[in-house]
């Protein structure tokens, strides 16, 4: 089983627990916001609704200034044939570390 960041709800702010959220966030932000994160095996937090995984996002825009979008192709059904408009994925503990280095650097 692979382990997924995620975090109580108890911890977050009451504005991030809507349907849908999309944030522009800066590392300061992120530092206190996240700070409680714990990684739990994500199968067993899949359908634990006290905890919440952030799933950090980007859009991509060509020179035109068009969207980049495709059909998802995922092994997760409620994924599966929707279309995306950017790139995201479950933050794993190497790529929080990796991520509060680079803030660092």
């Known amino acids: 089983m692979s382990k997924t ?5 108890h911890f977050i702010p009451v504005n991030y627990l809507q349907d849908w959220v999309a944030l522009r966030i800066t590392k300061e932000k992120v530092d206190f916001d996240f700070s409680n994160i714990e990684f739990k095996e994500k199968e067993l937090i899949e359908t634990n609704q006290n905890y919440k995984q952030p799933i950090p996002y980007i859009l991509l825009l060509n020179k035109n200034k068009q969207l980049a979008i495709y059909q998802r192709n995922s092994s997760e059904k409620h994924l599966n044939k929707l279309w995306s408009i950017g790139l995201g994925v479950n933050i794993e503990p190497w790529t929080w570390l990796l991520a509060k280095v680079s803030f660092q650097l």
């Open 5 to 9: 960041g995620c975090i109580n709800r």
